[in-house]
């Protein structure tokens, strides 16, 4: 069973950046589809962005596009998100998600992370 453990968030000011990490536990973290995913109070969990193990494809949620980068290091056994030019809408807990599937929806995974705050300030 994988564990993950987020890292990185914070109050960061809009039109900053940030660089979030996700490190698993389990030796086979390069056999996982990693994703991240996000839940601002009040509302659903949505995707964020996908990294497949198998093809190396990442997909992004349409309205974050161009903002930000989902990159994996299997040595490290550790994801990265990458957001630039951050709004305030961004404020959200960020969770990381390990999984089989590739998908963009939340059930899709098997393992999560506690999250990690980001809080941008306007």
């Known amino acids: 069973q994988a564990q993950l453990v987020e890292s990185g968030g914070g109050l960061v000011q809009a039109g900053g950046s940030v660089r979030l990490s996700c490190t698993a536990s389990k030796r086979a973290f390069g056999t996982y589809d990693m994703a991240w995913f996000r839940q601002a109070p009040g509302k659903e969990r949505e995707f964020v962005a996908v990294?497949?193990?198998?093809?190396?494809?990442?997909d992004y949620a349409d309205s974050l596009q161009g903002r930000i980068t989902i990159s994996r290091d299997n040595a490290k056994n550790t994801v990265y998100l990458q957001m630039n030019s951050l709004k305030p809408e961004d404020t959200a807990v960020y969770y990381c998600?390990?999984?089989?599937?590739?998908?963009?929806?939340?059930?899709?995974?098997?393992?999560w992370g506690q999250g990690t705050q980001v809080t941008v300030s306007s």
């Open positions: 998600a390990a999984g089989w599937s590739g998908g963009k929806r939340a059930e899709m995974y098997d393992y």
């Open positions: 990294t497949r193990r198998l093809s190396g494809r990442t």
